[in-house]
């Protein structure tokens, strides 16, 4: 049981370069979420979905898609990248919403670099 | 809306000695607490959590935290620390439906 895994660990890109930071989880979880973590900002919602095919924006979407294809894998989509997108970015996944006391599981995180 | 307040950035401590980290959140109905901790270069790990009943909970690695309703806290405790406690810890509150909040965090240094 890897829980979740997210690839790749490390990226820079060039400015208006796109990516997909990859996110699987292996617990049948329905729930998962992106955020990205700035020094001392917390963790701040990017997008999540509540189950396959069903996505919704977080606190912080603009210049981020994601899309939710099967239970397991939850991609994040960076087109045309900016500097304000340098972050590390992690990936969570829980068994129901977390305001019914749901754990969310994370995963190692990506730091991305955009220069 | 749901928010967390962690009122200290950075914390330093000896070993052995006692550590709390504060918390206060703000949310209209008894909400969901969370308390995650994040070694360096890595993910968050989930401490312990409150959602019901006593208002003291033990969570994993010796550390304990209080829900106390009248001062909107859920301070995180640990009676003698360990050099591998130093680490980044956030305090998170869940309620509505799916969504957590964070706290901005507290950095614990731990000096020998």
């Known amino acids: 049981n890897a829980g979740v895994t997210q690839t790749p660990k490390f990226r820079i890109l060039k400015i208006g370069q796109s990516m997909t930071l990859q996110c699987t989880q292996d617990m049948n979880h329905n729930y998962m979420y992106w955020y990205r973590q700035d020094p001392g900002m917390g963790l701040k919602l990017i997008y999540y979905s509540v189950g396959a095919g069903i996505t919704d924006k977080g606190e912080v979407p603009n210049g981020y898609n994601v899309s939710r294809s099967t239970t397991e894998d939850f991609p994040l989509r960076l087109e045309l990248a900016a500097p304000s997108q340098t972050s590390v970015y992690f990936c969570?996944?829980?068994?129901?919403?977390?305001?019914?006391?749901?754990?969310?599981?994370f995963g190692p995180g990506t730091r991305l670099t955009v220069l | 809306a749901q928010s967390v307040t962690q009122p200290d950035i950075h914390i330093t401590v000896s070993e052995g000695a006692s550590l709390e980290l504060r918390c206060n959140y703000s949310y209209g109905a008894t909400p969901y607490l969370f308390w995650y901790v994040q070694s360096p270069g890595q993910g968050l790990q989930l401490l312990l959590k409150y959602f019901s009943g006593d208002t003291l909970v033990q969570g994993i690695k010796g550390f304990e935290a209080e829900f106390k309703r009248s001062q909107s806290s859920f301070n995180l405790r640990k009676p003698s620390v360990h050099w591998s406690d130093a680490a980044e810890y956030f305090c998170?509150?869940?309620?509505?439906?799916?969504?957590?909040?964070f706290g901005a965090g507290t950095t614990v240094t731990v000096r020998a």
């Open positions: 969570a996944s829980s068994r129901g919403p977390s305001g019914s006391a749901n754990e969310q599981f």
């Open positions: 998170a509150v869940g309620a509505d439906d799916y969504k957590l909040s």
